[in-house]
């Protein structure tokens, strides 16, 4: 079989293998391919691997002997599904693989906003308590996480496992769901009730229609002034001017952003600079032991393809 790696870059530069692939076939790998290259590259392969090169009808019919599209992610709205499927493509994501690694994600947000640990080393560093007069001083405000409210939206695994920490550290946990769920000591209520309530709120829902935008001025208006957003979901999720615009005017807190809308960002994005707005680089899902996890289960998801029993197909 003639396997195409896309998009090397994006899951390894060079400290987790993608050896494995080659045991399936006569791979050929690309750091990172432009899209109007994605044709090309893949040209008569039967399989190619990619993270968020985007796959459409016309690239798909470029490619007669395509049989295979895998994902090493979760997400794939970047294929278009409806037409793999009318054209016989198999298409395989990998679900559940950064689980652990994206709720630790979202805790390193809340612990920053609850015990401001680089804000005081920073002054530290800085000679603050070198010229202090006391033996602790206390300028920058902390606060307990115990008996505080985490509000979750969006509670598949990863908002399971946000739920758990939570407890952990003695908070109340609601959270809102499209489907009924039950979860020991968790409240499930409206997403609206979940921005009243909450003085964190996660986000883990997909980007549909419908999640498109679910962080808007209105709802951000229904908030605590003291809340704070956590969002590792989908960057559309949030609107993102709505979003800085809350932050400026104290509508609410702060906020901890994995994603935004366009990434990479860009240069105008309001969030950038915005007041007590931490931003990382889409990083989450990326310690070496989840990405070592990821490449695992891609590899097994096309031998399982080449055996016959495709495993998690989204088509």
């Known amino acids: 079989m003639k396997i195409i790696l896309l998009e090397e870059k994006t899951v390894s530069q060079g400290d ?13 790998g690309y750091p990172l391919t432009p899209q109007d290259k994605v044709a ?41 599904i409806k037409a793999a499927a009318e054209l016989g493509i198999t298409v395989c994501n990998v679900p559940a693989y950064s689980t652990s690694a994206v709720a630790q994600q979202v805790f ?67 959270a809102s769901t499209r489907t009924p769920k039950t979860a020991e000591g968790v409240s499930f209520v409206s997403t ?9 709120i996660s986000l883990h829902c997909p980007l549909t229609e419908e999640t498109k935008g679910l962080v808007n001025l209105e709802r951000l208006r229904l ?18 001017n709505d979003l800085a615009e809350a932050l400026s005017s104290g509508v609410i807190a702060g906020a901890g952003l994995d994603v935004v809308e366009t990434e990479p960002m860009k240069a105008d994005n309001p969030l950038l600079g915005a007041k007590n707005c931490i931003i990382t680089p ?12 990821l490449i695992a289960a891609a590899v097994d998801n096309l ?3 080449i055996d016959g029993a495709p495993k998690n197909k989204v088509n």
Request: proline share 3%; glycine share 8%; charged share 20%.
């Open 282 to 293: 889409h990083v989450a899902w990326a310690p070496v032991q989840t990405r070592e996890r």
């Open 223 to 240: 908030c605590k002034p003291t809340a704070y957003i956590i969002n590792t979901s989908r960057g559309p999720v949030v609107n993102e």
């Open 16 to 28: 987790v293998s993608l050896d494995g692939f080659k045991t399936l076939g006569q791979v050929t």
């Open 192 to 200: 609206e009730e979940v921005f009243k309530c909450a003085d964190f």
């Open 108 to 174: 390193s947000y809340v612990l920053h906003f609850a015990s401001r640990t680089a804000d005081y080393n920073a002054d530290v560093q800085s000679g603050g308590w070198v010229r202090s007069d006391t033996f602790s001083y206390f300028t920058i405000p902390t606060f307990e996480l115990s008996g505080m409210t985490m509000g979750i939206i969006g509670f598949g695994s990863i908002g399971s496992a946000v739920a758990r920490i939570a407890r952990a550290f003695g908070m109340n946990v609601i």
């Open 303 to 305: 031998r399982s393809f």
């Open 40 to 80: 090309e590259r893949v040209g008569d392969a039967e399989a190619v691997i990619i993270n968020k090169t985007v796959f459409t009808r016309e690239i798909m019919e470029k490619c007669p002997n395509l049989r295979y599209i895998g994902l090493c992610a979760t997400g794939f709205n970047n294929v278009d």
